[in-house]
């Protein structure tokens, strides 16, 4: 993989990955959705990954928004083939990833930058991040699904202050709100999110994946909720991992998850 927008590594189940345009601000070119979706393949795919952390490089910016150079002189039929396409190989794709991803988030996310922490499963906040979708200040609106996910996590009256606004929220009220999970200090953010990733690898690892494809079932206005989680429950009965998990639980002892 050529993936030099991004730097990738891995250890002890732990799959990094950081965004390095730090003097775009992290901005997310064409190049750059490419070469996250690749990456997040790669990991997915990977059985000894069972999380995924995604940052920005430096101190200012998670990822500052599109790289609006790139699109600016774009027709409809155009702009439309620029969010389906995004949608699908980067934003959908985290939201459905069988593997958890936690965004930590390191500074400024706006825009696609904050659409692509809200498609992560989990949000950690540095207390000098600022988040917002300040797309209508350029005349257009967010593409990369964030109407949809936004309200979703803050609700509709929230999200519309947001977004036609084109306000900026400090960490504080982004926690309040509900947009993130929880805000730490500058220099504990990283060091959190992996002692979070740690905790999740103890579990086993098809019921993560089970539990994510509910969870985003509840979201999708065709289908039934309730019959996924009963589907995804009922699977989880035939795999080694729940005999393991019984078996530890009765005898006592940590349960050893191999994934099957």
């Known amino acids: 993989m050529q993936l030099n927008n991004l730097i990738i590594n891995h250890d002890n189940g732990i799959g990094y990955v950081t965004i390095n345009r730090p003097d775009k601000l992290n901005a997310l070119n064409k190049a750059t959705i490419l070469q996250l979706h690749e990456a997040f393949k790669y990991y997915d795919e990977n059985e000894l990954i069972r999380v995924i952390i995604l940052t920005g490089k430096g101190d200012k910016a998670f990822a500052a928004g599109a790289d609006i150079r790139e699109f600016s002189d774009y027709n409809s039929a155009q702009a439309a083939k620029l969010s389906k396409d995004g949608q699908n190989l980067l934003f959908n794709y985290i939201e459905n990833l069988s593997t958890p991803v936690i965004a930590a988030i390191n500074g400024f996310a706006l825009g696609g930058g904050l659409e692509l922490a809200m498609s992560c499963h989990i949000r950690i906040c540095s207390s000098n991040a600022r988040l917002g979708l300040p797309e209508v200040s350029l005349g257009v609106i967010p593409g990369y699904g964030g109407t949809q996910r936004l309200t979703q996590l803050i609700g509709k ?69 309730f019959e996924i989680e009963t589907t995804e429950f009922a699977k989880c009965f035939e795999t080694q991992d729940f005999k393991e998990g019984v078996s530890a639980f009765f005898e006592k002892r940590k349960a050893k998850f191999e994934g099957l």
């Open 157 to 225: 009256g929230r999200a519309l202050e947001l977004i036609t606004s084109a306000q900026m929220i400090d960490a504080n009220k982004s926690d309040v709100w509900g947009l993130v999970n929880r805000v730490k200090p500058h220099d504990e953010l990283i060091s959190y999110c992996i002692s979070l990733a740690e905790k999740i690898n103890q579990n086993g690892p098809l019921a993560i994946a089970s539990a994510i494809k509910a969870i985003n079932s509840s979201c999708k206005g065709d289908v039934n909720g």
